[in-house]
């Protein structure tokens, strides 16, 4: 049964608003509006926690709005102040453009660009802002501001009361959106821009400015912060988020990330990432207060937001790749492939030339491997059954292991019993 909420009933209901100005619900249930979000380029991809963003617009488009999204190639020249406590390193106008070039197909996964109604765009606003001279731009935009106005934006007051503070390129960055989002309402009627929590000050300045250069009424929608049941910030673990860039994060490691997210999360993050409706939430709800042992819900959170990300074939490759770590068939897997999906266990680097010739006796390369105390400890083992080179059971206690048996010449994947894998790398 399909949802018949309103798009604020539902934005509501999965938890996406967290702050709206004034007459937006009114405006959003009267007219079919166009509306926008802004994407930094700071990175060549973007990552998870954009995905609050991106299923905004989504929902937005699938409520009958016109949704844009902004690729910053004009702001990406500045840098953001909004969450940091330092000045960004600028990039050069090469790799800013790389950069949203590749964020520009990254959203292409996820907006319809060709329904009749209510088609999605992707502007960048590098069209308008390299292009606009320093005194029209004071002129026409800094006139409407005042210093204190400026001051008082939590992004710039938090810079203020830090030792290294805030240059006056980062500080003139909400003018820079600001005038974004009147471009945007001159040109295509845009009258509701969304962002994050940490954009609200960025949001208000373009809303003021629309209002003092144009007597117009635009409006403002923004995202919570999303924090993990324990309080840690949404995405962040050793490394960083992971990005929507297979080469930066595989799918393999995009599907993990999600299927081993914690049972008291599973549920919000299924509303917020995803376009389940609400029945089907609410028996994964029950499902994971009878059975939470069987993890149902976050295999289906996996899955959904994988195919949604990389595909059918992306879900499929992981879901392979899942299968190896209990026992299923390595054979197909390029040694690049292995070393991501085992990049968690023991590790031992050993010189190829002892694997060539007669090889390494199997007793001998598991104790090296940590798999076993002594050689003697590693023959019971293998006469016991419970050995396995490259997920196939090594049935001879006294064997060898040459070159020929690693995969792409470079790793080899044992394991001990049904979980405990040891990788070794030839150099």
């Known amino acids: ?43 060549r991809s973007l990552h998870v926690g954009n995905m609050v963003p991106i299923m905004g617009l ?8 016109s949704p844009i999204a902004i690729a910053g190639a004009g702001t990406g020249m500045i840098g953001d102040p909004s969450g940091r406590d330092d000045e960004r390193q600028l990039l050069s106008v090469e790799q800013i453009d790389e950069n949203v070039e590749n964020i520009r197909l990254q959203l292409a996964h996820f907006l319809d660009f060709d329904t009749k109604t209510n088609p999605a765009r992707i502007i960048n606003n590098a069209d308008w802002l390299r292009k606009v001279g320093l005194t029209d731009f004071l002129r026409d935009v800094g006139k409407h501001f005042t210093v204190n106005y400026m001051l008082s934006k939590e992004s710039v007051a938090a810079r203020m009361d830090r030792e290294q503070g805030i240059s006056y390129t980062e500080f003139s960055y909400m003018l820079l959106q600001a005038y974004d989002y009147l471009v945007l309402y001159d040109e295509y009627g845009c009258k509701l821009q969304m962002g994050g929590s940490d954009q609200w000050g960025n949001i208000l300045a373009g809303v003021d400015l629309i209002r003092r250069a144009r007597g117009g009424q635009a409006h403002a929608m923004a995202y919570p912060l999303i924090t993990t049941a324990s309080g840690q910030k949404f995405g962040k673990s050793v490394g960083g988020a992971p990005t929507l860039d297979p080469e930066e994060t595989s799918p393999y490691r995009f599907y993990q990330f999600w299927i081993n997210v914690d049972d008291a999360d599973v549920i919000p993050y299924m509303k917020l990432f995803t376009l389940l409706e609400p029945d089907e939430i609410a028996g994964h709800e029950e499902t994971l207060a009878s059975e939470p042992q069987k993890r149902e819900a976050q295999r289906t959170l996996a899955l959904t937001v994988t195919e949604m990300v990389h595909g059918p074939n992306g879900v499929a490759a992981a879901q392979k790749a899942t299968a190896v770590l209990f026992g299923g068939e390595i054979e197909g897997f390029s040694a690049a492939e292995l070393l991501d999906i085992f990049a968690d266990v023991p590790s031992t680097r050993m010189q190829r030339a002892e694997f060539q010739s007669e090889g390494m006796p199997v007793a001998q390369l598991l104790t090296l491997a940590g798999a076993a105390t002594s050689n003697g400890e590693a023959r019971r083992l293998i006469e016991g059954g419970g050995v396995y080179l490259n997920n196939q059971r090594i049935t001879e206690a006294r064997g060898r292991v040459g070159i020929d048996q690693a995969i792409d010449g470079e790793v080899i994947v044992l394991r001990r019993g049904a979980r405990n894998y040891y990788m070794v790398r030839l150099v």
């Open 1 to 43: 049964m399909k949802s018949r909420m309103n798009i604020i009933e539902e934005l509501r209901w999965r938890g996406s608003i967290y702050d709206i100005t004034p007459d937006a619900e009114a405006l959003l249930e009267r007219e079919k509006i166009p509306v926008y979000v802004g994407f930094d380029p700071t990175a």
């Open 58 to 65: 989504v929902r937005m488009q699938r409520h009958g709005h």
